[in-house]
């Protein structure tokens, strides 16, 4: 999922040799500035790019100055981040259809979610689409890598108070929904279930685990078909699934895997990773069912398909 390099090449440029201290630095910090970047835009590339951006800016630093190189490029990350994500805002206006964050495989890289894991949930990651971006950007210091207030004041250039201030905020805007997710276990069960009832077309039993409001979100990109709007009910939703089934998957490899720290269905065509299908389970049942099937945010499941 995130490049690699050795221990004495730029990440940049791999066999270009760097100061070795430098890209050490740089190394032992990457997969936290990743795992900032990404939160905060939920794409792969977006994050790498911000990665890469910080970087550069690393090389061009005056090192000496620096008294703590993972601090100062947090610092950068963070910055170089909230400026993508106002960039990306703008991009998402035009998207077509449906917009989902890019799934990444956490199984193949653990690392990702070892902070705080519901931070990096996908349905997480949709309502964090919501805050302005630097309320994403303290939200995501905070809660998923647990930074004190008064480091994200220093990191976003403002006051301790306003640092608690746009927290406070953010948590309520990621809050609200009720009632509470389910355990990892319950949330396997229920995709099982999904699964089962969907590939039998038992729609009475398929219907069951879905919530009276239940929303399922495909996202296409214009990439491929998809429906180019949310399906919102039970009603609605059922017969979505019971034609997907019907015309595209049901001749498919289906596959559990992991997708941002939860079970998750990928779909496979000829080896190929087709469609990812994951869940938002509350104690009310299935309230999102989000299917990717951009076919440039499945990069990460191919050596997997």
Same mark, same amino acid.
């Given at each position: 999922?995130?490049?690699?390099?050795?221990?004495?090449?730029?990440?940049?440029?791999?066999?270009?040799?760097?100061?070795?201290?430098?890209?050490?630095?740089?190394? #032992?910090?990457?997969?936290?500035? @990743?795992?900032?970047?990404?939160?905060?835009?939920?794409?792969?590339?977006?994050?790498?790019?911000?990665?890469?951006?910080?970087?550069?800016?690393?090389?061009? !630093?005056?090192?000496?100055?620096?008294?703590?190189?993972?601090?100062?490029?947090?610092?950068?990350? !963070?910055?170089?981040?909230?400026? #993508?994500?106002?960039?990306?805002?703008?991009?998402?206006? !035009?998207?077509?259809?449906?917009?989902?964050?890019?799934?990444?495989? !956490?199984?193949?890289?653990?690392?990702?979610?070892?902070?705080?894991?519901?931070?990096?949930?996908?349905?997480?990651?949709?309502?964090?689409?919501?805050?302005?971006?630097?309320?994403? #950007?303290?939200?995501?210091?905070?809660?998923?890598?647990?930074y004190p207030y008064r480091r994200v004041a220093e990191i976003l250039e403002?006051?301790? #108070?306003?640092? *608690?201030q746009l927290a406070r905020r953010a948590r309520e805007r990621i809050n609200?929904?009720?009632?509470? *997710?389910?355990?990892?276990?319950?949330?396997?069960?229920?995709?099982?279930?999904?699964?089962?009832?969907?590939?039998?077309?038992?729609?009475?039993?398929?219907?069951?685990?879905?919530?009276?409001?239940?929303? +399922? *979100?495909?996202?296409?990109?214009?990439?491929?078909?998809?429906?180019?709007?949310?399906?919102?009910?039970? +009603?609605?939703?059922?017969?979505?699934?019971?034609?997907?089934?019907?015309?595209?998957? +049901?001749?498919?490899?289906?596959?559990?895997?992991?997708?941002?720290?939860?079970?998750?269905?990928?779909?496979?065509?000829?080896?190929?990773? @087709?469609?990812?299908?994951?869940?938002?389970?509350t104690t009310r049942g299935i309230e999102h069912v989000y299917v990717q099937?951009?076919?440039?945010?499945?990069?990460?499941?191919?050596?997997?398909?």
């Amino acid at each position: 999922m995130t490049s690699r390099t050795t221990a004495s090449e730029s990440p940049e440029r791999p066999g270009v040799h760097v100061e070795p201290g430098a890209l050490e630095a740089f190394v #032992a910090a990457r997969s936290q500035l @990743f795992g900032i970047a990404y939160r905060m835009l939920g794409s792969v590339a977006e994050a790498e790019d911000v990665v890469q951006d910080a970087w550069v800016r690393w090389q061009r !630093t005056d090192r000496s100055v620096v008294s703590n190189p993972a601090a100062f490029l947090t610092t950068i990350t !963070t910055r170089l981040a909230i400026n #993508a994500a106002s960039s990306a805002r703008a991009r998402r206006e !035009t998207y077509v259809g449906p917009w989902l964050p890019e799934p990444v495989d !956490t199984a193949q890289d653990p690392a990702l979610g070892a902070e705080r894991a519901e931070a990096l949930e996908l349905a997480t990651l949709m309502l964090l689409e919501r805050l302005a971006p630097t309320e994403r #950007a303290v939200y995501v210091l905070r809660e998923a890598f647990g930074y004190p207030y008064r480091r994200v004041a220093e990191i976003l250039e403002t006051s301790e #108070a306003n640092a *608690r201030q746009l927290a406070r905020r953010a948590r309520e805007r990621i809050n609200r929904r009720a009632p509470a *997710r389910v355990d990892a276990a319950e949330h396997r069960r229920l995709l099982d279930e999904f699964v089962a009832a969907a590939h039998d077309g038992d729609l009475g039993r398929f219907e069951r685990y879905l919530a009276d409001t239940v929303v +399922a *979100r495909p996202d296409g990109g214009g990439k491929v078909h998809a429906s180019r709007k949310e399906l919102v009910g039970v +009603a609605r939703v059922s017969l979505f699934f019971d034609n997907v089934w019907r015309k595209y998957w +049901a001749d498919a490899t289906l596959r559990e895997v992991d997708a941002n720290g939860l079970p998750a269905l990928l779909v496979s065509r000829e080896g190929a990773p @087709f469609a990812l299908l994951a869940l938002d389970v509350t104690t009310r049942g299935i309230e999102h069912v989000y299917v990717q099937v951009n076919p440039d945010k499945l990069g990460g499941y191919a050596a997997t398909g």
